[in-house]
């Protein structure tokens, strides 16, 4: 029995509102709610670049309503980068007119996503591109001269994150690229040649129709260039290579997604600032066999738990190599993947 219960329920209190205690907000505002909006009138768009803070959004793509409208993101969002390639959803004034400003809300689930790190020790990540499907690698036949290491991270990148590659390279007429393209031939990788006076402009733009294509190469390497007659009016930077240390400048400072449009359809084409480095700190390392599709092949034939470097025990690749079964080539193709493996055997991955 209640301390205040003595058997009789005509003596039993009663209670209203007044009997309850509600500390007050010392601010004197409306307290917050975790309750978020649906947004349900909200419109979807593709981010087609980001400046300070503000997001370009193309809405209504491919219909007679297609604008391009500037966004700011949302506070729930704060936590979240919204890139180059991402779709997403605003609300707001999506009208587009000058001055106006809408908002992002959410962002879609990504179907891809390329990123790097600044070295292969890193964990912290920088994302370079969403939803792209292919991956345009151009490198140069010389000045400056082309790198086997890189176009292999570029290429273990891709794979990562599930996008299809190609390789460009430009600047034929100052040296025949057939030793460089030797070590890729395995890899039967789409690869188009060009020349300054000569781009073979509708035949890359044919294979860009219907993708979402993102442009990587080595500061210098003439992907801006290339970008500019693909796109004409996007007045991407030149730069120039310097005559001393052979290296390209930076030109390109920003990521951002250009329309491709051809006789035969449309496409996006997505250029990104030029790199000297791929870091590949954030790869999942399985997956780093996946670049190089001859040797997987072979290492189907590896006992369970092969590392592939030297000296492993009973390795099939390392076998065929030296039987000469994989070619010329076959064991610069080893030596570049035994390298990448190397890396993060010294630097596992960080959790």
């Given at each position: 029995?209640?301390?205040w219960?003595?058997?009789?329920?005509?003596?039993?209190?009663?209670?209203?509102?007044?009997?309850?205690?509600?500390?007050?907000?010392?601010?004197?505002?409306?307290?917050?709610?975790?309750?978020?909006?649906?947004?349900?009138?909200a419109?979807?768009g593709?981010?087609?670049?980001?400046?300070?803070?503000?997001?370009?959004?193309?809405?209504?793509?491919?219909?007679?309503?297609?604008?391009?409208?500037?966004?700011?993101?949302?506070?729930?969002?704060?936590?979240?980068?919204?890139?180059?390639g991402?779709?997403?959803?605003?609300?707001?004034?999506?009208?587009?007119?000058?001055?106006?400003?809408?908002?992002?809300?959410?962002i879609?689930?990504?179907?891809?996503?390329?990123?790097?790190?600044?070295?292969?020790?890193?964990?912290?990540?920088?994302?370079?591109?969403?939803?792209?499907?292919?991956?345009?690698?151009?490198v140069?036949?010389?000045?400056?001269?082309?790198?086997?290491?890189?176009?292999?991270?570029?290429?273990?990148?891709?794979?990562?994150?599930?996008i299809?590659?190609?390789?460009?390279?430009?600047?034929?007429?100052?040296?025949?690229?057939?030793?460089?393209?030797?070590?890729?031939?395995?890899?039967?990788?789409?690869?188009?040649?060009?020349?300054?006076?000569?781009?073979?402009?509708?035949?890359?733009?044919?294979?860009?129709?219907?993708?979402?294509?993102?442009?990587?190469?080595?500061?210098?390497?003439?992907?801006?260039?290339?970008?500019?007659?693909?796109v004409?009016?996007?007045?991407?930077?030149?730069?120039?290579?310097?005559?001393?240390?052979?290296?390209?400048?930076?030109?390109?400072?920003?990521?951002?997604?250009?329309?491709?449009?051809?006789?035969?359809?449309?496409?996006?084409?997505?250029?990104?600032?030029?790199?000297?480095?791929?870091?590949?700190?954030?790869?999942?390392?399985?997956?780093?066999?996946?670049?190089?599709?001859?040797?997987?092949?072979?290492?189907?034939?590896?006992?369970?738990?092969?590392?592939?470097?030297?000296?492993?025990?009973?390795?099939?690749?390392?076998?065929?190599?030296?039987?000469?079964?994989?070619?010329?080539?076959?064991?610069?193709?080893?030596?570049?993947?035994?390298?990448?493996?190397?890396?993060?055997?010294?630097?596992?991955?960080?959790?």
């Open positions: 029995m209640s301390w219960d003595n058997g009789d329920d005509d003596d039993e209190p009663e209670f209203d509102e007044s009997d309850v205690h509600v500390r007050p907000n010392r601010k004197g505002n409306r307290p917050r709610t975790k309750t978020r909006p649906d947004h349900d009138d419109l979807t593709r981010v087609l670049g980001v400046d300070r803070g503000r997001y370009a959004v193309m809405l209504d793509e491919n219909t007679p309503e297609e604008r391009q409208v500037t966004a700011a993101r949302a506070s729930e969002l704060r936590k979240h980068a919204v890139v180059t991402d779709r997403v959803d605003i609300v707001g004034d999506t009208s587009g007119a000058e001055g106006s400003l809408s908002r992002i809300v959410r879609r689930p990504r179907a891809t996503l390329l990123r790097r790190s600044a070295d292969d020790t890193d964990a912290v990540e920088r994302v370079i591109v969403a939803n792209a499907d292919q991956m345009l690698i151009v140069s036949a010389a000045n400056p001269e082309p790198r086997i290491r890189l176009v292999d991270r570029y290429l273990v990148a891709a794979y990562d994150a599930g299809a590659p190609i390789l460009c390279v430009t600047k034929t007429d100052l040296a025949d690229p057939a030793d460089f393209l030797a070590n890729f031939a395995a890899l039967q990788l789409p690869i188009f040649t060009s020349r300054d006076a000569d781009i073979p402009i509708d035949t890359i733009a044919d294979a860009l129709v219907g993708h979402d294509t993102v442009f990587v190469g080595h500061s210098g390497v003439g992907k801006s260039t290339l970008v500019n007659a693909l004409p009016g996007s007045d991407r930077a030149v730069g120039v290579v310097n005559t001393v240390t052979g290296r390209g400048r930076h030109t390109s400072s920003s990521t951002v997604s250009l329309r491709l449009y051809t006789d035969a359809g449309r496409g996006w084409v997505i250029d990104t600032p030029g790199v000297r480095s791929f870091g590949l700190g954030h790869i999942d390392t399985d997956n780093i066999l996946k670049a190089f599709t001859d040797l997987a092949a072979v290492a189907e034939h590896c006992p369970r738990g092969c590392t592939h470097l030297q000296n492993s025990p009973d390795c099939a690749i390392i076998e065929a190599v030296e039987a000469g079964e994989l070619g010329e080539t076959g064991r610069v193709r080893l030596d570049s993947l035994q390298r990448l493996l190397e890396t993060f055997a010294v630097h596992p991955r960080r959790e």
